[in-house]
């Protein structure tokens, strides 16, 4: 019998495609032909980024390229093995010791990612008889972490220690059984910096919260590694919190421009993580290359703060013209800087048109944001000059005008 006569069992995967272009919701991928930058090859172009989360523009620093090549010389392009099969290299140690030191905890443990991180470390430490309370906007990885966790869990109103606190105060007081029992375990979970608004976590509040009710903070600095706190250690020191957040888990993959993710926290947690989380055990170690870059990129953002400064500096400005022309911004204290359109179809028309003007950012619409929050989202970078930034400017303002998102 002929292929043509039979039924094909994915079809109904061309229907639900068909429905996604219908409503405007689904996004070819463009092509990058060029490294990493402040000015990349997208589809055969030359444009301006504001999409990359290379906040230090160390993806293709000098130094982290030389960091890789040697690494691949000395120890070859793979590492052969889950770490705890054969594959841990002094390279993935020294990695982790200085991470314990750059974060000031204990220990650390590395992940392929921040998602495989978040989805290791949450299901390990928590089970039956924890609680994990998030906010609503916590990560896609947070979330998948819980539903791996045995552990019941509640959703507090994003960013209001409030009702985090009447959660909290609920949970102690009915217990796990509603007669008082109490759980082993209450974990708090929070994004550091929320990676579609750019706000940045209450974490005072949350943390004096937490203390309040004897429950354990964790806290996902993807977007703030790097960005926040002294050398871009992150929400934790960025707030002189140091020593009161139990789990900090960050990323290797945006301002440190490699790939990966870690947990920092004490020893013991290090020591069950290796015993017990799953990627770890069950998924290859990365490459020396990736764990040599990423060490060389902790040593950069301590000897080369003047990185630092001109993200933050790049950030300012970007906001203070991007405001002045009249688009609306909403409330991000980071380098993630929304241009809030609220219509779907509007917001991937308005990135389209940027891109005719050579400007990369992204359309962000339903269901990564609710139906009616669509954004362009843009993201400076330490890359970026000011004449780069000035052109982009010149490039929402051409495009907002023609769409009747500013007037003028
Ligand atoms: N957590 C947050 C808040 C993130 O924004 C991301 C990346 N989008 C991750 C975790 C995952 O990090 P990685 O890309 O290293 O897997």
Same mark, same amino acid.
């Given at each position: ?68 090549? !040697? &690494? #691949?010389?000395? /120890?070859?392009? *793979?590492?052969? +093995? ?5 594959? %841990?290299? =002094? ?14 905890? !204990? &220990? #650390?443990?590395? /992940?392929?990612? *921040?998602?495989? +991180? ?5 299901? %390990?430490? =928590? ?282």
């Amino acid at each position: 019998m002929g292929t043509a006569s039979r039924p094909n069992p994915l079809a109904f995967l061309d229907e639900e495609l068909a429905a996604l272009r219908e409503r405007h919701l689904y996004r070819p991928l463009r092509v990058m032909s060029s490294a990493q930058g402040p000015i990349v090859s997208l589809d055969g172009r030359r444009v301006i980024s504001l999409s990359s989360n290379d906040y230090l523009g160390l993806t293709h620093h000098p130094r982290m390229k030389r960091a890789a090549l !040697e &690494a #691949v010389q000395q /120890f070859g392009a *793979g590492s052969g +093995a889950v770490r705890t099969i054969a594959g %841990t290299m =002094t390279l993935h140690e020294e990695l982790e010791a200085d991470l314990a030191a750059f974060k000031h905890t !204990e &220990a #650390v443990l590395t /992940f392929q990612s *921040g998602f495989t +991180a978040n989805t290791g470390v949450i299901p %390990t430490i =928590t089970g039956e008889t924890d609680l994990i309370v998030s906010d609503e906007l916590n990560h896609a990885s947070i979330i998948d972490g819980m539903r791996l966790s045995k552990a019941p869990r509640k959703v507090f109103k994003h960013a209001d220690v409030e009702a985090l606190r009447e959660v909290l105060r609920e949970a102690t007081t009915k217990g796990r059984d509603g007669e008082g029992a109490p759980y082993r375990l209450i974990l708090v979970v929070t994004d550091g910096v929320f990676s579609m608004d750019g706000d940045i976590a209450p974490l005072p509040g949350i943390v004096a919260a937490a203390e309040e009710f004897g429950a354990a903070v964790m806290i996902d600095d993807a977007h703030a590694s790097g960005v926040l706190g002294e050398d871009g250690r992150g929400t934790v020191n960025h707030f002189g919190l140091d020593g009161r957040v139990a789990i900090q888990v960050g990323t290797l993959s945006k301002a440190v421009g490699v790939l990966g993710g870690y947990v920092a926290g004490s020893q013991a947690l290090r020591d069950i993580l290796i015993q017990r989380a799953r990627p770890f055990l069950f998924s290859t170690s990365h490459p020396p290359a990736v764990a040599a870059a990423c060490r060389e990129a902790i040593r950069i953002m301590q000897e080369e703060p003047e990185l630092h400064e001109r993200l933050w500096a790049n950030t300012r400005r970007f906001k203070a013209e991007l405001a002045r022309l009249g688009f609306n911004i909403g409330t991000s204290e980071t380098p993630i800087t929304p241009v809030l359109l609220g219509d779907s179809e509007l917001t991937i028309r308005f990135s389209n048109r940027l891109f005719d003007e050579g400007v990369f950012g992204t359309s962000v619409v339903f269901p990564t944001v609710a139906l009616d929050r669509a954004r362009i989202r843009t993201i400076v970078t330490a890359a970026h000059t000011e004449e780069l930034l000035d052109r982009a400017l010149g490039a929402f303002d051409t495009v907002g005008r023609e769409l009747g998102v500013i007037s003028g």
